[in-house]
């Protein structure tokens, strides 16, 4: 059964940092390409960034040089660091494989002071 669950989401000041984990089972995530959504309240979910199966990584314009995604083929689960988080980063955030058209049941994070 292919599943993908994510954790790591929570509350931080803005400027602080998260990480994000997206644990795969059922297959293998090295073998897909895959990306984190995020959807805020009342928008439509978004990709802000993606890895490819050679590694290949894209980040939306409003997280470059702050959000980096990877991978760790041995614990089947990739990550996303995010880096000196803002108010408007805050959403719930998916990991999706478009291939197998699945998706977590999101983590939510919330940027505030």
Known sequence: QVQL?????GLVQP???????CKASGFRLSLYNMGWYAQAPGKQRELVASLSTGGSTNYADS???RFTISRDGAKNTVYLQMNIL???DTA???CH????ASW??????TVSS
């Open 5 to 9: 669950v994510e954790s790591g989401g």
């Open 15 to 21: 400027g602080g940092s998260l990480r994000l984990s």
């Open 63 to 65: 997280v470059k040089g």
């Open 86 to 88: 803002k108010p408007e």
């Open 92 to 94: 719930v955030y998916y």
């Open 97 to 100: 494989v478009p291939s197998l």
């Open 104 to 109: 977590g049941q999101g983590t939510q994070v």
